[in-house]
């Protein structure tokens, strides 16, 4: 806790003053957590001070809000475009972001509880930069690095507001943002030294190396192609909910493909019903193999069922026995945009309502897909399969333009259905 108190001081995030008349002060808490790696082992032990944002009120104590976060298809498009050109990309952390976010409000918060200054116990701490858990942390954030990134002579992207380029001499580096984890990549390796030199010069980081953890995904990068599992997240899961020893399926659901509301059936714990699927949820990240299924249990977590829990339960068995599937990027694939859809017609038991799927690839590489039930009854299955288009193209589009950050223009994107071309 006192390194991250000298922290604040290194990074003039407050000032001691007198207590202010009539000004709002917001209250801090302590949090201690542990930091670990894709093997489950502690790296570090970190301390953090939050401000107890839930106090501050709205056009007093704040305004904006909003801060860009990185899609994760768009991640999935800047590793298919590493395994492409073959670049190799590496990874950056920021130490206390937040704490370099500009405020532009007049916020006060209480002395950290412990660490009074004996000399003047009643004063309060002026914020000059965000502090954790304050509503408006994520956008001084997001400014301050977008403000310094500009000014060194990157540009935006167009489309994703968290890519940043640049191109010097033929060469291009790109730099993918989520918050204060940073990946990056260039066509020549210098351009990346100078990059992670430049953020140093700025900011306290932790030059983490060549990538092989972002939010979640396990990123292993070899001589023939990129490889992204979630392998850790499932132990971790089998893990929580006691499946560990539970005995492997083959397949996520037994055909036909269909589960219902199921009124008859006696009710399970709803509480642990959404958190099954919760956190089954995030895994679809790297495992399209289990998001139609998915979709099916999420649907029932306002009244769940015992028939809805054991195909939920049959859904982590088989993930057990299926621990190490994952999405691989070969690096001497192709870049063509190409689009897939399909539909059912009418699927639904409960209110005859549609399912549509759909899913993009780059060159064979899947970056992209969904699995959502319509939200209009269909009176035809050619007026299905044109929903289910629509969506698709809808996401093509923004593929598209997306893509034109990277120096890839396409004037004709085939969208395959089942129905029609």
């Not at 305004?63 to 298809?73: G, M, N, Y």
């Not at 083959?250 to 008859?264: Q, R």
Request: proline share 4%; charged share 25%.
């Amino acid at each position: 806790m006192q390194e991250e108190l000298s922290q604040f001081e290194r990074n003039k995030v407050w000032r001691l003053v007198p207590h202010p008349f009539g000004k709002t002060i917001i209250g801090t808490k302590c949090v201690f957590r542990n930091k670990m790696d894709e093997l489950g082992t502690v790296i570090r032990n970190k301390a953090r001070l939050f401000a107890q944002g839930y106090r501050q009120e709205e056009g007093i104590d704040y305004d904006e809000t909003f801060a860009p976060v990185a899609r994760l298809e768009a991640i999935r498009i800047f590793l298919a475009h590493a395994a492409h050109k073959n670049f190799q990309f590496f990874q950056m952390d920021v130490k206390s972001e937040f704490l370099n976010g500009e405020l532009v409000e007049e916020v006060y918060v209480k002395q950290p509880p412990g660490f009074e200054d004996p000399a003047h116990p009643y004063y309060v701490f002026r914020l000059d930069k965000a502090l954790y858990g304050l509503k408006q942390a994520p956008h001084a954030w997001y400014d301050t690095l977008s403000d310094f990134l500009l000014l060194n002579r990157y540009t935006r992207g167009k489309i994703d507001n968290t890519l940043f380029l640049k191109k010097i001499k033929g060469n291009i580096i790109l730099v993918q943002i989520y918050v204060d984890d940073i990946i990056f990549s260039a066509t020549d390796e210098s351009l990346c030294q100078e990059f992670a030199s430049l953020m140093k010069s700025k900011y306290e980081m932790s030059m983490m190396g060549e990538l092989t953890f972002f939010l979640g995904l396990q990123i292993k990068q070899t001589s023939e192609g990129i490889f992204i599992n979630q392998s850790k997240y499932i132990r971790d899961l089998l893990k929580k909910f006691d499946f560990e020893n539970c005995s492997p399926m083959k397949i996520p659901m037994a055909p036909p493909l269909k589960i219902h509301a199921d009124p008859t059936c006696k009710s399970v714990d709803i509480t642990d019903y959404r958190g099954m699927i919760g956190s089954l949820l995030y895994l679809t990240a790297s495992r399209p193999n289990i998001m139609y299924v998915m979709c099916l249990c999420a649907r029932y977590q306002t009244n769940p069922k015992e028939s809805h829990l054991a195909a939920v339960k049959r859904i982590f068995r088989y993930l057990k026995g299926t621990m190490n599937l994952g999405l691989w990027y070969p690096k001497d694939s192709n870049f063509d945009l190409i689009g897939y859809s399909d539909s059912d017609f009418a699927g639904s038991k409960v209110d005859r309502k549609s399912t549509t799927g759909s899913y993009q690839l780059l060159g064979g590489n899947l970056v992209s897909w969904s699995s959502k039930k319509q939200n209009s009854v269909s009176t035809s299955t050619a007026e299905a399969e044109y929903v289910v288009a629509r969506s698709c193209c809808a996401q093509i589009l923004w593929m598209k333009n997306q893509l034109q950050d990277y120096d890839k223009f396409y004037s004709h994107i085939p969208i395959l259905c089942d129905k029609f071309r």
